[in-house]
Nanobody
Framework: QVQLVESGGGLVQAGGSLRLSCAAS????????MGWFRQAPGKEREFVSA????????FYADSVKGRFTISRDNAKNTVYLQMNSLKPEDTAVYYC????????????????WGQGTQVTVSS
């Protein structure tokens, strides 16, 4: 069993930056592919980014490509999402997720989920 806790959300102006963290406990993250998802009010949860267990492969939704960067530190059992050039449409609750399998497909198959952290981008 893997427990995931997100942090780093908050209120930021458009054009600003935030770094989300996802800390794991229960098991080492080094054997898990990790993903970030988000859900805006009234919308379905959507894929944001994913990273393979080694960090060697990363994937991004088109809407965040070039602005967001996913990374991981397996020694710290933590995954990060650096978000730059934030837009009001990035406002959502952000969730991290883990799966003990290949990172592909990047958008589905996740077994464990955190509780989420709110990101609000003001215009």
């Amino acid at each position: 069993q893997v427990q995931l806790v997100e942090s780093g959300g908050g209120l930021v102006q458009a054009g600003g930056s935030l770094r989300l963290s996802c800390a794991a406990s229960g098991r080492t993250l080094s054997s898990y592919a990790m993903g970030w998802f988000r859900q805006a009010p009234g919308k379905e949860r959507e894929f944001v980014s994913a990273i393979s267990w080694s960090g060697g492969r990363t994937f991004y939704a088109d809407s965040v490509k070039g602005r967001f960067t996913i990374s991981r530190d397996n020694a710290k059992n933590t995954v990060y999402l650096q978000m730059n050039s934030l837009k009001p449409e990035d406002t959502a609750v952000y969730y991290c997720a883990a799966k003990g399998a290949s990172v592909l497909p990047a958008t589905s198959g996740y077994e464990y989920w955190g509780q989420g952290t709110q990101v609000t981008v003001s215009s």
